[in-house]
């Protein structure tokens, strides 16, 4: 179990943001600095802030743990990047370091993709395909255990791995995807035989960890965290055919895509109850705004595609999309976090993974470029999603929710 309760961030998109000219501010900070050394001076102007080293910002805020995602080979055949902070394995190794320069922990979640793996795609890495099943299984074992050696080699070793990304539909497709209902229904031998692969694939990426270092936790990490059905299903598939066992259920709870609070709060209490395992809501965020960015990226409409906030989902929301309905979201999501417990009144919500609350609406940084989404045979168009669900206000100002979370205690 970690030692300290996660408040944890997402930045994987950082290095890109800077390089790209991002700036992030402390105003409120440099406010109560002045306070404390010379009250009689007027108040600071916001804009006359110095800009700040983003992991000493979000340090002051309480924050202790960073997610990086590894994508395998996020370049064309001509090395051109895929873009969305081209996570590669030196781009990893340079973020980690700052963090645990922070003391903070650090979660490596391996995508065993070039590019982004979630519930829609998981496109094995470009040197794997056409791999059978015994290739894809040894690779995915030499690749975790090899990247765990470099890290542990340069002195940044993770302190928790996670074995894929939203793996709701499996991993490393299609040898790895999961049935459908209706394959299922079709033929049942045929749809237990794709679970399975689906449990070798995990359980070989955690033998290589364990072999490296078997203190490092462990999770496993699906989607559409207010969805018990599909967490019982997947679950219970799993430890059925597993061969290696996990410290840390992980879950992504966004509200505009995954239901009420109070389902996500069903499924974390069912979920540790069934699988006795630790829960960390792997990724989360929530908007503090419906003000559209499109000046900042200075993109033309056709290639930009706007926030995933889109008003049709968040029309319904339990919490406004303003600065304090953001506030409201994370002091509710931290306190039923801190308040799962087993029998034995052990805590065993052990935290939350804010994504990507850094990546701010500077012109370039986007989901995806031409080069990725030659990659992914996807349509597009590009640009920036997320940048109103940031903790930061698009001109990079920390915003009230690190307050928020920097005042929450666990205990």
């Known amino acids: 179990m970690t030692t300290q309760w996660i408040k944890g961030v997402d930045l994987s998109s950082l ?51 960073l997610r990086l995602k590894l994508w395998n080979d996020p370049y064309d055949s001509n090395r051109r990047p895929y873009g ?6 030196a781009t ?16 490596l979640n391996f995508h065993y993709s070039d590019f982004w793996a979630d519930p829609g795609k998981q496109i094995p890495p470009k040197a794997w395909t056409d791999y059978s099943e015994e290739e894809l299984l040894q690779a995915v074992y030499n690749y975790t255990k090899e990247t765990l050696l470099t890290f542990q080699k340069e002195g940044a070793m993770p302190t928790m791995v996670q074995i ?23 033929d049942p031998v045929a749809g237990e035989k794709q679970y399975e692969r689906i449990a070798r694939l995990v359980s070989s990426g955690i033998r290589a960890v364990r072999e490296v270092d078997p203190s490092i936790q462990v999770m496993i990490h699906l989607d ?5 059905a599909m967490y019982v299903d997947w679950f219970d598939h799993y430890q059925t055919y597993a061969t290696e066992d996990f410290d840390i259920l992980g879950m992504s709870y966004y509200p505009f895509w995954h239901g009420a609070m109070k389902d996500l709060v069903f499924n974390m209490a069912d979920c540790l109850k069934r699988y006795h395992k630790d ?13 559209d960015y499109a000046s900042y990226e200075q993109l033309s409409p056709s290639k930009r595609k706007g926030y995933a906030t889109k008003p049709h989902l968040v029309e319904g929301l339990e919490y406004p999309m303003t ?13 039923h976090i801190a308040s799962l417990k087993d029998g034995n009144n052990t805590l065993r919500g052990l935290g939350f993974f804010y994504w990507e ?4 609406p500077v012109p370039g940084c986007g989901w995806a470029n031409d080069e990725a989404l030659a990659y992914t045979k996807e349509k597009g168009p590009g640009g920036n999603e997320w940048a109103n669900q940031a903790l930061f206000d698009y001109d990079g100002h920390v915003l009230p929710a690190l307050t928020t979370i920097r005042d929450f205690n666990p205990c």
């Open 15 to 65: 290095y890109e943001e800077e390089g790209l000219g991002a700036k992030y501010f402390d105003s409120s900070f440099n406010e109560s600095t002045r306070l404390k050394s010379n009250p009689s001076v007027p108040n600071i102007d916001p804009k006359t802030v110095p800009s700040e080293d983003v992991f000493t910002i979000l340090s002051r805020y309480g924050i202790n743990y």
């Open 84 to 89: 969305a902070g081209t996570n590669d394995l």
């Open 92 to 107: 990893d190794l340079s973020l980690a370091r700052r963090a645990l320069k922070k003391g903070w922990g650090f979660l």
């Open 164 to 186: 894929g990304n939203e793996i709701t539909n499996g991993l490393l497709w299609p040898l790895g995807k999961k049935p459908w209902p209706e394959e299922m229904a079709a």
């Open 224 to 228: 559409n965290g207010g969805n018990n």
């Open 279 to 291: 829960i960390v809501i792997d990724e989360v965020s929530m908007g503090f705004t419906m003000e």
């Open 323 to 335: 600065k304090e309905g953001q506030c409201a979201f994370m002091k509710d999501l931290m306190g």
């Open 357 to 360: 609350p850094a990546w701010i």
